[in-house]
């Protein structure tokens, strides 16, 4: 259409190759060791959402390789658990997922009064305003697909391992109140959010990554054949979209403004999505076109996304973004420098590589 910005899309460097498969096989070792000892130079103090995503996929790494969790993830904790953080918003959620966890193999009386406090703070906060059709806003109208990882994940870990199946119910109502109003209905996409209870056709991919993330694990731990249906149909979509070299554009359908610009954190989450998609489908069937399709696309993710990490670090990854109303506006992201939820979601994707890869 008239009046299209490229500015940023014509600048866009060019992509890396993916790295082949014995080049991973053979960097795997060190790239976890790399990206955890970055982390862990971070300073993450903070109980937020960025914190949260590090500290569910260090959690998960050390299950996969079973060896203990990095010292920095207790550390973390200690600090907290002396002093209740101030919970108020949604973002503040995310620590309590690894928190559930770890609760689940050491109980403390102060673990579980943090997570107590977390869960009161969902169901009973001014701050946790609800759509009409009770999906939880990420600010007062307006909802995001981010919420469902952030809130999500830690409903159903203290909901499993605190055993109130309402919290687990909760995860998956709101995962599902999330989907009605975001995923396209024609593509299978998700959007970054609504405005004004209008959904803004821009399908951020780190969006895209949360909810994909969350949908699988419900699916995994609930058996929800409608979330299992609702992000097949998603992931589905991605894997024919992604392109040759695997790491998708910011928008992951890839508007003319966003061309060529990458995000490697939604890669890295969307890899290990549909890696772990792919082996629920293929446990199932071991022929499965579907579950050998999304696995291998969730594998060249992996890969292709892993290539940008330098001594330690996951490059190219975009700042935190609010909602924005036109393609455009995710062209001018800045991506120069480390985040956590891009370490954090590299480390992820690392973790359901160990998990899925037998």
């Known amino acids: 259409m008239a009046g299209e910005d490229l500015s940023s899309s014509e600048l866009a460097e060019r992509p890396r190759s993916p790295l082949s498969v014995d080049a991973f096989l053979h960097r795997q070792d060190a790239l976890e060791g790399a990206l955890n000892e970055a982390t862990a130079h971070m300073g993450l103090t903070r109980w937020f959402w960025g914190e949260g995503v590090c500290l569910l996929a260090a959690d998960r790494l050390a299950q996969a390789t079973r060896t203990p ?3 920095w993830v207790s550390g ?3 600090a907290h658990l002396r002093t209740a953080p101030v919970l108020e918003h949604v973002n503040n959620l995310a620590p309590g997922a690894a928190l559930a966890d770890a609760y689940g193999r050491a109980p403390t009386p102060e673990a579980l009064n943090l997570l107590e406090l977390c869960y009161a703070w969902f169901r009973e906060s001014e701050h946790a305003t609800r759509a009409p059709n009770g999906a939880l806003e990420h600010w007062p109208g307006g909802v995001w697909a981010d919420t469902v990882y952030m809130a999500g994940e830690f409903l159903l870990r203290a909901g499993l391992i605190l055993e109130r199946p309402e ?5 998956v109502e709101q995962w599902l109140a999330h989907a009605e109003l975001l995923q396209d209905p024609v593509s299978g996409l998700f959007a970054h959010g609504t405005q004004a209870g209008e959904r803004i056709p821009c399908h951020w991919g780190r969006a895209n990554a949360w909810i994909a993330l969350a949908g699988v694990d419900l699916w995994r731990a609930t058996g929800s054949e409608e979330v299992r249906e609702r992000v097949l149909i998603q992931l589905d979509a991605l894997a024919v979209y992604q392109p040759e070299h695997g790491v998708w554009d910011v928008l992951v359908d890839s508007p003319v403004e966003v061309r060529g610009i990458l995000e490697t954190s939604a890669a890295a989450g969307l890899g290990a999505a549909m890696l772990r998609a792919g082996r629920l489908l293929l446990d199932e069937d071991p022929t499965s ?3 050998g399709t999304l696995f291998e696309a969730g594998d060249l993710a992996v890969r292709g996304s892993l290539a940008y990490v330098d001594d330690g670090w996951l490059t190219r990854v975009s700042a935190g973004t609010i909602l924005q109303l036109i393609p455009f506006g995710y062209s001018v992201i ?9 370490q954090g979601l590299a480390i992820e994707a690392l973790a359901a590589y160990r998990e899925t890869h037998r």
Not at 167 to 171: K, L, P, Q
Not at 334 to 342: E, N
């Open 334 to 342: 800045r991506d120069d420098r480390p985040q956590p939820w891009g």
């Open 76 to 78: 973390f904790y200690a």
């Open 289 to 291: 076109e579907q579950g």
């Open 167 to 171: 919290m687990v119910a909760e995860a």
């Open 69 to 71: 969790a990095p010292e």
